[in-house]
């Protein structure tokens, strides 16, 4: 029995709430600087009052990292540079604090979560409460979840994150980790975006030619695969994802539905928004990109969305690095909307009316 879409929906996604944003253009023109001459700062601290429906807007109290990991069939394929053993390995690391993803969330303010969702060994009860299945189908060849797998990864998602909003994450960022990742990622992107695999796939964690060649076979072969389903998320997802795309895919959809705004990371995270999207039309409204990947997919999935990144500084490790490195623009942009003074209270002579309102004709 195939998976039908409807079995796994979303309520529909609320839009953010204009009014605050409206507040938040007009309290812009009151501060202390030129308007407009904070450039993209101005622009983020509005997007953040209108996710939080206030004006000004609260200083972010607990920015929440959730890190999914799982492992790959096709990783056995040598797709990657890396063997499959350092999933596992990157996970014990994680939770000791050593990795990427730890020291820029400590810069920035945020904790860190990690959830296994499919990892090819046992790791602590602490992340693995979730745990789907041992890796995932090589998706070149197989299915890489059962329907009933792909259901309960996308319900973990969800639930993870109703945990996190329940216990007072006000910001999300999603993260991820998986050897072999970056393939089923971009069979997503891909099959989503109507583009050809050559134009999709990258070096991932930094494969050579011949690697790099064997991983565009895979995808091509991938894609065949995928088409057949193109229209049911779910089903993509089944085919051609892994239980820690799929739960991200949930996560993502379900923090838009609680009105929780998220900061995408890269490649494999952007493949997940994508497929979130379609289960939950209107979910990237809350989502804000964190940085353009130097992935190949990963201006592909901004594109597509219509999101523009925060930075661009070549970054391609995923973890929520890219995210995590952007968090700190993002908090002074709310601060900044937050607690500069106006015009007004600092007693400081404002702009004249013409250049207030430009000039006339």
């Excluded at 109703?162 to 393939?183: H, K, P, Q, Y």
């Excluded at 928004?273 to 964190?290: F, K, Y």
Aim: glycine share 10%.
């Amino acid at each position: 029995m195939s998976t039908d879409q409807n079995e796994i929906s979303f309520p529909t996604v609320p839009a953010p709430d204009e009014q605050a944003q409206r507040q938040a253009v007009a309290r812009h023109e009151q501060l202390t600087k030129p308007v407009g001459s904070l450039g993209r700062l101005e622009e983020l601290g509005v997007w953040v009052a209108a996710r939080q429906g206030l004006c000004p807007p609260r200083p972010f109290t607990r920015p929440r990292v959730v890190v999914f990991a799982g492992d790959h069939g096709i990783a056995s394929h040598g797709v990657s540079a890396y063997p499959a053993e350092v999933t596992g390995q990157m996970v014990a690391n994680f939770l000791a604090g050593g990795a990427a993803v730890n020291v820029l969330a400590n810069s920035a303010g945020a904790t860190v979560r990690v959830v296994d969702m499919a990892v090819n060994t046992d790791t602590p009860p602490v992340v693995s409460a979730r745990k789907v299945r041992r890796g995932s189908g090589a998706i070149d060849r197989e299915d890489a979840l059962t329907d009933a797998e792909v259901r309960s990864a996308l319900e973990a998602g969800r639930a993870i994150a109703d945990e996190e909003i329940d216990s007072g994450a006000d910001l999300l960022i999603a993260g991820d980790m998986g050897i072999g990742n970056t393939t089923p990622a971009a069979v997503l992107i891909s099959v989503l975006t109507g583009t050809e695999p050559v134009a999709v796939v990258g070096r991932g964690t930094g494969i050579d030619d011949n690697a790099w060649m064997r991983k565009t076979a895979a995808i091509r072969d991938a894609l065949r695969r995928a088409r057949k389903v193109l229209n049911d998320p779910v089903a993509l997802l089944r085919t051609s994802a892994g239980a820690d795309i799929a739960a991200l895919t949930g996560f993502l959809a379900q923090a838009a539905v609680r009105r929780t705004p998220v900061l995408l990371d890269g490649v494999v995270v952007g493949a997940a928004a994508l497929v979130a999207e379609e289960l939950a039309p209107g979910a990237r409204q809350w989502w804000l990109a964190g940085h353009r990947s130097a992935e190949p997919g990963g201006p592909l999935v901004l594109d597509h969305l219509d999101l523009t990144p925060v930075i661009d500084m070549q970054m391609r490790l995923g973890e929520g690095s890219g995210a995590l490195t952007a968090l700190p623009i993002l908090i002074a942009a709310t601060r900044v909307l937050g607690e500069m003074a106006t015009f007004a209270e600092a007693g400081v002579g404002g702009p004249t009316e013409s250049e207030a309102t430009g000039p006339k004709s």
